[in-house]
């Protein structure tokens, strides 16, 4: 997918390479979600942050996480670390430290199956939510295959309001409301199963 890299921000190369970083602070609003993209998918990872800004005065903070494998990786060395010297004060996954001094539910979307982001679930300090493309292959654009599999900037909008009304954040007729207002299809078949 062909788009145009912005420059890289101050200070983020130990988290290019740890698995992933802050890329951007959207709004300035006191209910707050935290959002994972990774890959191309991180495009509609932004356009999700901006929807949540505008349209329902939601800040979002988004990552790119550039390896859920290396995440993963460095939460169970630190969970075995911590086993291994019981006597000392455990120590935080790289999750845990990015994640620390943030506010609200976290959702992750990837281009791939959900089960990609769902690998650093444990090292998560809160509510999780994964997006991903489970199901068969399919030959269309990207953004119809990405509405198709529920992983583009209205999904992600909808699946971040309705983890804030699971916290007691939101209303849930707010959730219902951008259901509507995106033209999602709420009883569409689960996608893995088509």
């Not at 300035?28 to 949540?52: D, F, M, N, S, Y």
């Not at 309001?161 to 409301?177: H, I, Q, R, T």
Request: aromatic share 8%; with cysteine.
């Amino acid at each position: 997918e062909n788009y145009v890299h912005p420059p890289m921000p101050e200070g983020v190369e130990d988290g290019i390479i740890r698995g992933m970083y802050r890329f951007a602070s959207i709004g300035k609003h006191k209910k707050r979600v935290q959002l994972l993209g990774c890959g191309t998918i991180l495009r509609e990872v932004e356009a999700a942050a901006a929807i949540l800004d505008e349209e329902w005065h939601v800040g979002a903070d988004v990552w790119s996480v550039t390896s859920f494998t290396e995440l993963r990786r460095d939460g169970l060395n630190t969970r075995r670390s911590n086993v291994l010297h019981a006597a000392d004060k455990p120590a935080k996954s790289y999750v845990e430290q990015c994640l620390e001094k943030t506010s609200g539910p976290v959702i992750a979307a990837s281009d791939y199956v959900k089960l990609f982001a769902d690998q650093i679930r444990e090292f998560v300090p809160r509510r999780y939510v994964t997006l991903g493309t489970d199901g068969y292959g399919r030959s269309d654009t990207r953004a119809d295959l990405r509405r198709f599999f529920e992983v583009d900037r209205h999904h992600i909008v909808v699946n971040a309001l309705k983890a804030l009304a699971e916290e007691g954040e939101l209303e849930n007729d707010k959730v219902v409301a951008a259901i509507g207002k995106y033209g999602i299809d709420p009883d569409a078949p689960p996608r893995e199963l088509l």
